[in-house]
């Protein structure tokens, strides 16, 4: 419902304007009439009479080929196609409505229908943007032009699209902006409905005061000049506030409210009307035809009123016309009983679909939220449990605390199995080209699996050819992700044995190496009936054994993911003689002279001061504790804020080498937090500490002007490379300003 009566109000605000400013022959005047007795009858919902009255207009415009009220056809047309939701003819109405508009030159008629183009195109899926360029066109040309009250309607168009795609923080500006553009306007549909747009933003920022303010203001408007669809829109979202709210009672009674306006719009009756009119139209042009048609006949009855001959040839001709109309006549019973068997399964097919996609998107948010919240409590376990095995008198508690740690990261190894397998399937990963060191990755992996190693009495080789470029350029989580995996199920399925990683170099072509990955084992072996299985979501080699645990993801995603990087796995295995996966990747060499990969742990600070002062900003009191301790053993000063309001007051307040922001935060977010700490430092360098999925918001933390992202639960010694980097180029910035 979101721009349904905005086109009509957008058109018919300007239009006395622009009808004074065209200097309309005598001649014309029934033109002028139709088209006032068409914006009228949509303006009362009409769309029956309204269709055909603009198609009436539309066929004298062109009669007296008057591209001027050809335009309006097109427009009231369309208007009245995307009010019924049949987005197609409305779109090609607008695109008609378009060209002219573009050919006599007219600029107060492409302000309408560009109005009306960002209409359509913010509601299809994928084409929002689309929409808000046209949007953005309507405000430029009124600016040109110098008539402001015009920005009007577009400035709330794009807000509402953003609104709708959950984007609020960029639809608040334009909100606020269209506030000021009404201030001095008596319009009251306009207001309603930027008031209930206002009241959904902070609804959904949870300012529900505000919220409740604003719904109530739109809602007494509307009611006061009985604006029915305003109306409606505003009793569903402030019911919906209510029941958040707890207030059940009254989100009832506004619900009951919003039946009772939605009751007046005609919903059901308006398809059966464009219906009607569209087969008038069609029935004038089967007239047409038909007089043709009996003009040929009385031409032929004249030719075989000469001739008896010609006579008997007619009747068998009519005969057979008429044997052929017959069977015309059944296939088109026929196919007209087929083409609405056919309708009814595109419509299961559709709700079918619309119903398999809430799923999905439910099924995402939903790993997405307990993603985050997993993680959360994840972060303290490992934080805390990495500060106890470093606490020398806890050293006979060494043991316990080591399997505490495991159990935590094989938790999350778990939850991140599950989710990026999760990702693949929608579509969502995308391989990242960035430095890294692949000895240094390589390097990490065999540590992460030190404890299982020893708990299974093996011992690791590993063997990278001195050929390989050390610096290269990919995506080094991915390629992390991959060889986890590998080596996780070697170490994981051998006991008392050997696994070895062998790296070698197979060829270079230009810039880039040509990789050989090699991961092998004498564990148990794979069965060769089971070798194709295993590379199934959810399998598992031996499924009733539970000494082998995991959710049975980790080779599927290898193969998924290594399918990204244009490659695939290869297996090489018998019972009980082992495993051996291998693959092969083209990675860039990175040749850059000043910025190798690999560098950032070799940052020395010497320029840095003693003492180094940080503000973590986190609304988990535990998060602080981990987070505070894991830095003050680097001899770091730290201050704390637990939400964004306090985290601004600091940063004003005092001078901090680095913040480190959390995202999720009660009142403003991180984001947001880290855009107004900008207004007044543009050179403190701010880190995104987060337990959320960064690939879904990745764009928007750097957007918000975040310099950097840690992922929570994190590697302590790589949060200290990351720390160190960043309070690096801090003081880089500060020295070069």
Known sequence: MKHNYLPILFYLIGFNLLFAQKNTPVSKDSLEQLTENTKEYLTKYNYKDGVESAILLLKHAETLEDNYYK????????????????????KSSYLKALDIAQNIENDTLLLYIYNNLGNIYSEEKGNEQKGIDYYNKVIDLADSLKIPKQKLISTVNIGWTYMDGKKYSLAYPYLNEALKLLKNQENNNARSQ????????????????????????????????????????ICKNYAAMLFQKGEFEAAYKFLEKYDDYNSQLFEKDKLAQIEAANARFDVNEYRRNLEISK????????????????????????????????????????????????KEKNNQLVDSRDNAERLSKLKTEFLSTVSHELRTPLYGVVGLTSLLLDDKSLKKHESDLKSLKFSADYLLALINDVLQMNKMESNQVKLENIPFNIKELVLSIVNTFEFTRLQNKNKVYYNIDEDIPVDLIGDPVRLSQILMNLVGNAVKFTENGNIFINIK?????????????????????????????????????????????????????????????????????????????CFSLSLKEDNSPSKKAGFAHEVYLDNLKESQKILVVDDNRINQVVTRRILEKQNFECVVASNGVEAIEKASSENFDLILMDLNMPGINGMETTKRIREFNKHVPIVALTAVEIEEVRNEIYASGMNDIIVKPYDVERFYQIIKLNLSAGIESVSKN
């Open 505 to 581: 170099l197979q060829a270079r072509v230009e810039d880039r190496s040509v990789i050989y990955f090699e991961v092998k084992d004498d564990g148990i072996g794979i069965p060769k009936n089971k070798q194709k299985l295993i590379f199934e979501e959810f399998s598992q080699l031996k499924a009733a054994n539970y000494n082998y645990q995991g959710t049975g993801l980790g080779l599927p995603i290898v193969k998924r993911l290594l399918e990204l990087f244009d490659s695939q796995i290869h297996l090489k295995s018998r019972e009980g003689e082992g495993s051996l996966f």
């Open 295 to 342: 003009k040929e006949q009385a031409y032929q009855d004249e030719l075989i009123s000469k001739s008896t001959e010609k006579i008997l040839i007619m009747v068998v001709a009519s005969l057979i016309l008429i044997i052929t109309l017959l069977i015309l006549n059944k296939i088109n019973q026929d196919r007209k009983e087929l083409i609405y068997k056919l």
């Open 194 to 233: 930027l008031y209930m747009l206002l009241g959904k933003y902070h609804h959904k920022t949870n300012h529900l005061d505000s919220a409740e303010y604003y719904f109530t203001k739109g809602l007494k408007l509307a009611e006061k000049d009985s604006l029915i669809l305003p109306a409606s829109i």
């Open 71 to 90: 335009f309006h056809a097109h427009n009231y047309l369309g208007t009245a196609y995307n009010e019924l939701k049949d987005v197609s003819r409305a």
